[in-house]
Nanobody, 115 residues
Framework: QVQLVESGGGLVQPGGSLRLSCAAS????????MGWYRQAPGKERELVARIINGGSTNYADSVKGRFTISRANAKNTVYLQMNSLKPEDTAVYYCHLITGGINYWGKGTLVTVSS
C-alpha cells in the first residue's frame, strides 16, 4: 500500500507564491509518475503538472511559466513551486502517483488565492 501526504497549501494573495510538497511512503518500487492534479469547485479534476520516471515533465497550459514541479527521488517526494498565483488557481490540489500500474491519490490540500 502507498500513502501520499500533501502539505503546503493555504491562503495567498494574487501574485504570491506557495510550495506544495507530497511525500510518498509504503511498499512500492519503480515509481512511474508523480504529479499534481487540482479540482476547483464545480469543475472536474485536472492535471496541473507531472514528472515521469526519467525526468520529463508535463504542465497544464494554464500554469506553464508559473509553476515548477520537481522530485527528490531519494525521499520519494514531489514538490510544486507555484509563483504568480491567480484567483483561478484556487482549488484542492491532489498528489498523484503511479507505480506498478496502480494510481494512488493523496487526500488533497486546499490552495486559496484571494485578496
Amino acid at each position: 500500500q502507498v500513502q501520499l501526504v500533501e502539505s503546503g497549501g493555504g491562503l495567498v494573495q494574487p501574485g504570491g507564491s506557495l510550495r506544495l510538497s507530497c511525500a510518498a511512503s509504503g511498499s512500492f518500487f519503480n515509481v512511474n509518475t508523480m504529479g499534481w492534479y487540482r479540482q476547483a469547485p464545480g469543475k472536474e479534476r485536472e492535471l496541473v503538472a507531472r514528472i515521469i520516471n526519467g525526468g520529463s515533465t508535463n504542465y497544464a497550459d494554464s500554469v506553464k511559466g508559473r509553476f515548477t514541479i520537481s522530485r527528490a527521488n531519494a525521499k520519494n517526494t514531489v514538490y510544486l513551486q507555484m509563483n504568480s498565483l491567480k484567483p483561478e488557481d484556487t482549488a484542492v490540489y491532489y498528489c498523484h502517483l503511479i507505480t506498478g500500474g496502480i494510481n494512488y491519490w493523496g487526500k488533497g490540500t486546499l490552495v486559496t488565492v484571494s485578496s
